[in-house]
């Protein structure tokens, strides 16, 4: 009788990619809002009359040594599968310098957005978990989630309701049940990114005509073809498979959903939505005499405001 020996999914991922030279997606870990304000290191503030949560990550490293330990133990059972990993601590102070350069500039960006847009990982992932002490025992309840970093859309999860346990080493904890999960978790995150390849990566785009400007997006003229169509036109030639999606336009705005992009560029970097909009500006500019801003700040949302 032969025997039928099962080789796991990780294995065969790591093979194949061997083979093809294909890589893995990246993967950056951010604590959750909720863990976040369990560790007193969410601030709110006000963003142009709207109040937002603003997260002090470097807080939360320095206060929470169970945070920044999950954090690396989780980073290595990610690293032991060729999964490369981006440090969220290592990216903070940068981060940090920009937005406050940027604030002076009347822009006001998350620390997050700069974040994500500088290291460009393919996969933003958030940990959050809750440890109950008790008398017999302790209970560790935790959320792993991946989610696309440019799209926001939801990848995949790991989670427990709560382990029961004596042990109190929350970060080894939380990294072994990521590690038992891991085939799954990896499945989900691997057919949603062999998708991506076919179809490109989605980012947003809004355009807007500053209020000073006699531009009309749905009836002003270049060249005797409206400015809506052009542009549609100029993007729709530079998506990926020519895909975009265009929600609705106006005299003064123009909203697309969606618009394929490549993942990556020749040098193997993810490509954000600023990087993509650089030939899409250049165009409008030589071919309609357009003032044009680029105020993109998130990795995945681009903004142009017409003057």
Request: aromatic content about 8%; hydrophobic content about 40%.
């Amino acid at each position: 009788m032969k025997k039928i020996y099962l080789i796991p999914f990780i294995f065969l991922m790591q093979f194949a990619n061997a083979q093809t030279g294909a890589q893995n997606p990246s993967i950056m870990i951010f604590p959750s809002k909720n863990l976040l304000k369990s560790l007193d290191c969410l601030k709110t503030i006000k963003n142009q009359d709207t109040e937002e949560d603003e997260p002090l990550y470097k807080k939360a490293f320095t206060e929470s040594t169970d945070l920044l330990l999950a954090i690396q133990a989780i980073n290595k059972k990610f690293l032991a599968v060729d999964y490369p990993t981006k440090s969220l601590e290592d990216a903070i102070a940068t981060a940090q310098e920009e937005r406050v350069s940027m604030i002076a500039q009347g822009i006001t960006p998350s620390l997050e957005d700069i974040i994500l847009a500088n290291v460009k990982p393919d996969i933003k992932c958030e940990l959050s978990w809750e440890f109950k002490k008790g008398g017999l025992g302790s209970q560790l309840s935790f959320v792993f989630k991946a989610v696309d970093a440019y799209s926001g859309d939801n990848i995949a999860s790991i989670g427990s309701p709560g382990i029961q346990t004596t042990n109190t080493n929350i970060a080894q904890m939380i990294a072994d049940q990521v590690e038992r999960n891991m085939e799954g978790f990896l499945q989900d995150i691997n057919r949603y990114f062999e998708r991506m390849k076919e179809n490109g990566r989605k980012i947003k785009l809004t355009i807007l005509v500053d209020n000073k400007s006699d531009i009309d997006l749905e009836f002003g003229e270049c060249n005797t073809e409206f400015y809506m169509d052009i542009i549609e036109k100029e993007i729709k030639k530079n998506a990926y498979n020519h895909y975009s999606k265009l929600k609705n336009v106006t005299g003064k705005k123009m909203v697309f959903e969606e618009i394929a992009i490549p993942i990556y560029g020749t040098d193997g970097i993810g490509i954000s939505a600023r990087d993509w909009l650089k030939p899409l500006i250049s165009s409008l500019k030589k071919s309609c005499k357009l003032k044009i801003s680029d105020k993109t700040v998130g990795i995945g949302d681009g903004k142009l405001t017409i003057y």
